[in-house]
């Protein structure tokens, strides 16, 4: 359940207005008071004698006594809605609903006879509308302080109360949400969601990938929104605004959007921290070039890399690294929802959406931590598109691998420290993030597949054995689930390059457990690829080699890497 108070207003009969119609809002049926401050108020949906205006000025009565002494803005809106899962709420529920909320604020305290005029409009199954005059009967104001931070914690109370969806307690740190008022017009405008929505995502995306003021603004300008810039007499640049090409006001104007307007972190300031803190950060090691990699691959295999350090800092207990390298999941997310074609696109996007919630907490990130995640980022965008199938699908089907138990370990990070809202934004990012594996993975797979189920029984009896060695107590598990096939074929043919099975799946298991995975087989195809011991092609049943592997004999170290990687230890 969510409250959604408005800043206060200066026209009640102009409220009334937009609650009671129905003739172009088709979202609004059967508009009528619920509750109010006084049982037998007048009903402009329930009385045929009854009018807005008669209502408007009951409503006004202790506001219009103050003459010229009246607070200009005087009308106080809040919404309340349900969950799109929870039931229908009964007209008689949202009554007591409304009288808590009131209550809860301070715009009518229970048994206080002077309090403010209010009444509780109904005009869809999912919500109402609180309306009240901020003037009391004795011609005081309402102690309203805190007043969306009480109504937050009463509707945790109903909701538990009420059988409904519990949400999670924020802690100050959200995004500002879009107003009532937004949200209509974003439905007038044919909008998928409000200008304000739109914009912060649209600065989200021009800022993965950048590397600089320059190019940011770039990228911010080929998003096809609108820019204003506030500059100096020096010349130097203050800060920025943002609109949407068609939202304007009512005298034709653009409706500028500050950075911080949009989120804390857009800020100009917050910005440059990312850009300035990279300047003198060494680059980090290449990664071997795969024979026939196309350049959207590599940078996959590269942000996996960044991804898997990522995993160690947020399970350590340096915070601020933690903050920080999240924020960098957060962009690597973000230049993937970019750059991946096909179905998983919009589970991208909508991942991208939700995970941007767990990356603002009251621990602010060491930016300097988490250079490698933006560039890895940067490389993702600047690469290109990727294709679904093949290496490409491969390449991105590993990096959603780490990049779900990257947002795992984000997600308990934020509930060690209850950050309940950021935690649940990570779990619901998880779910996304699997959708999307899936559809990426389950080509790949099927070709790895079936090259695993056309080999030899000799083969595939030498793979089982090296699965006994390496990992006696997963040995049975994994000969009974369906991604069997594929790791007895990338096992196949990471020994016909000379290495020895079981040293690489010991190497592969030791990089972090195996228990919780649903598929342990599946795992390891994915470790055993990112460790550059196979080719950038996924093996196929078409091109199986005929040739047989040689059998029996085992080389006990895995041959040397070619690229200045060799030389670098991986994590255990």
């Known amino acids: 359940m969510v409250p959604d108070i408005n800043p206060p207003g200066g026209r009640t009969i102009g409220l009334l207005k937009y609650l009671y119609r129905t003739s172009d809002i088709e979202a609004h049926v059967d508009p009528h008071i619920v509750a109010a401050y006084d049982p037998f108020v007048a009903d402009p949906g329930r009385h045929p004698s009854a009018t807005l205006t008669g209502l408007a000025a009951d409503l006004d009565q202790w506001v219009d006594a ?21 039931r229908i709420l009964s007209d008689e529920e949202w009554a007591t609903v409304a009288r808590r909320i009131v209550n809860a604020t301070g715009i009518a305290p229970e048994g206080d006879e002077q309090a403010c005029r ?35 914690a009463e509707c945790r109370k109903i909701e538990k109360e009420f059988g409904l969806r519990q949400l999670k307690k924020g802690d100050g740190t959200a995004a500002k949400r879009p107003t009532s008022a937004e949200r209509r017009k974003a439905e007038r405008l044919g909008q998928e969601a409000t200008s304000r929505e739109l914009l912060r995502e649209h600065v989200h995306r021009a800022l993965v990938g950048a590397s600089d003021e320059a190019e940011f603004f770039g990228r911010l300008a080929s998003e096809g929104v609108r820019i204003k810039k506030r500059v100096a007499p020096s010349g130097d640049l203050l800060g920025y605004s943002v609109a949407v090409v068609g939202d304007r006001n009512a005298k034709q104007e653009p409706i500028w959007y500050s950075g911080s307007k949009l989120a804390p972190d857009l800020s100009l300031p917050r910005i440059r921290e990312r850009f300035t803190t990279e300047r003198d950060v060494p680059e980090p090691p290449a990664l071997m070039q795969r024979a026939g990699e196309s350049a959207p691959g590599r940078a996959r295999r590269f942000s996996a890399e960044a991804l898997d350090t990522a995993l160690t800092v947020i399970a350590s207990t340096d915070d601020e690294a933690a903050a920080a390298h999240i924020v960098g999941v957060s ?6 929802a970019q ?31 988490m250079y ?50 950021q935690a649940e934004a990570a779990r619901q990012t998880a779910m996304h993030l699997r959708t999307a594996y899936r559809a990426v993975a389950a080509s790949p797979l099927a070709g790895i597949r079936a090259y695993g189920e056309k080999l030899s ?32 074929a990338m096992l196949d043919q990471a020994q016909r390059a000379g290495h020895n099975p ?25 470790r055993l690829y990112r460790l550059d011991l196979v080719p950038a092609e996924m093996p196929t049943a ?3 080699d005929k040739r047989p592997a040689k059998q029996g004999r085992h080389i006990a170290q895995p041959a040397a890497r070619p690229s200045s990687e060799a030389a670098r230890p991986r994590r255990r």
């Open 118 to 152: 209010w009444i509780a409009v109904r005009h869809a199954p999912d919500h109402i509308h609180l309306v009240a005059t901020l003037v009391r009967a004795d011609r005081t104001q309402p102690r309203r302080h805190k007043d969306a931070i009480r109504a937050q």
């Open 331 to 336: 962009e690597v997310l973000d230049a993937l």
């Open 66 to 86: 103050l003459k010229d002494k009246a607070p200009a803005k005087h009308v106080w809106h809040c919404s309340v809605r349900t969950a799109d899962t929870d």
């Open 372 to 421: 490698a995640l933006r560039r890895a980022a940067r490389q993702i965008v600047h690469s290109g598109h990727a294709l679904g199938h093949g290496a490409d699908g491969a390449a991105t089907a590993l990096v959603l691998d780490v990049l779900i138990l990257a947002v795992v370990a984000a997600g308990h990070w934020h509930a060690a420290h209850q950050h309940a809202q």
């Open 542 to 544: 078409a091109r199986a």
């Open 457 to 488: 029984a000799r083969t595939q009896h030498n793979q089982i054995a090296a699965i006994r060695s390496a990992l006696p107590e997963l040995a049975g598990r994994v000969q009974t689930e369906a991604s069997w096939p594929a790791l007895a």
């Open 339 to 369: 750059t991946t074609l096909g179905r998983p696109h919009e589970e991208l996007r909508d991942a991208a959406r939700t995970f941007e919630r767990a990356t603002r907490s009251h621990i602010r990130g060491e930016q300097t931590r």
């Open 502 to 526: 079981s040293v690489l799946l010991r190497r592969a298991a030791a990089q972090r457990e195996l228990d919780s995975a649903d598929s342990v087989s599946e795992v390891l195809v994915w």
